[in-house]
Structures are given as C-alpha cells and as structure tokens.
Nanobody, 123 residues
C-alpha cells in the first residue's frame, strides 16, 4: 500500500552532475525521514544522505560538499543533487523512507525501500 518510486539515474562522466528523485505514495500521513543509500558491486549497502521532516540532514563523509539532499514535504519527494561525481560513486542508489500511515483502519509505521536506480560515472 506504500511505495517509493525513484528516477534520475544514468551515465555521466567524472566531474558531472545528476539529480535523483524519489516520491512516496500510498496511505501516508507522516514521513519521519527520507534518504538515500547506495550499493556498489561486491560491497555492502551504505548510507549516502538522510533528511528528517524537521529539516535535519546527515551525510556520509565521502559525499560532503558534493551531494545535497532536499525534500518537498508537500509532494512526499526527496531529491539528491550529486555534483563533482567520481567513478567510485558508481552504484545502485536506493531511496529509503521511515513513514506512518493507515491501512484498512489500522495504523502502521514502516521502513520502505525503492527499487533502486543505477548511477554510473565514467572516468
């Protein structure tokens, strides 16, 4: 009943930029946080950036100064603007949301993942 839909991945040269988008839909009445993780081949999934509904942000050290996370609360959408991309940023990027809603009269709180979007940075 709740899903995250991502867009904006692709192929870019080193030094270039991309913007990822992720929109939550379904029986949602509150989103506590939305963020981005990534997983490169052979590596574990890792946090990239997260933003709470109150506006607090947390970035992984390896993206500080290059990536910016933002949210449009009215649209239940989170964005990740990625600048100065490096080949080591190549990975599948996953959107994540901690949200609350109602389904068939019952309250729920859950963590939802998007399907992932591929980002490839060529050298």
């Amino acid at each position: 009943q709740v899903q995250l839909v991502e867009s904006g991945g692709g192929l870019v040269q080193a030094g270039g930029s991309l913007r990822l988008s992720c929109t939550a839909s379904g029986n949602i009445f509150n989103i506590n946080s939305m963020g981005w993780y990534r997983q490169a081949p052979g590596k574990q999934r890792e946090l990239v950036a997260v933003r709470t509904s109150g506006g607090s942000t947390n970035y992984a050290d390896f993206v500080k100064g290059r990536f910016t996370i933002s949210r449009d609360n009215a649209k239940n959408t989170v964005y990740l603007k990625m600048n100065s991309l490096k080949p080591e940023d190549t990975a599948v990027y996953y959107c994540n949301a901690d949200l609350e809603g109602y389904h068939r009269g019952g309250y729920f709180r859950t963590t939802v993942w998007g399907q992932g979007t591929q980002v490839t940075v060529s050298s």
